[in-house]
């Protein structure tokens, strides 16, 4: 992911929408993240064409250890989903 991020930002210009991620995609994201922004999230869910962001106000960068059982139930229910 961090490849992704270095190179939306190093070309000229912004992501042609045809360049939009286009599988049903779930970011997760903590607020206390001290290596990437929260503000950086809203910008990620720009490129996907069916997004859901998800902020948890008191996990960090390891989310998924902070707020496991919240994280879990969130991937059991997107990958449910359709």
Known sequence: MINWY????????????????QPPTLIIWGKKDPHLSYQMAPLSLE???DGELVLFEDATHWVQHDKAPEVSQLLIDHFQKD
Not at 6 to 21: M, Q
């Open 6 to 21: 270095r190179a939306t930002f190093s070309r000229s210009g912004r992501p042609r929408k045809s360049d939009a991620i």
């Open 47 to 49: 490129h996907c064409q």
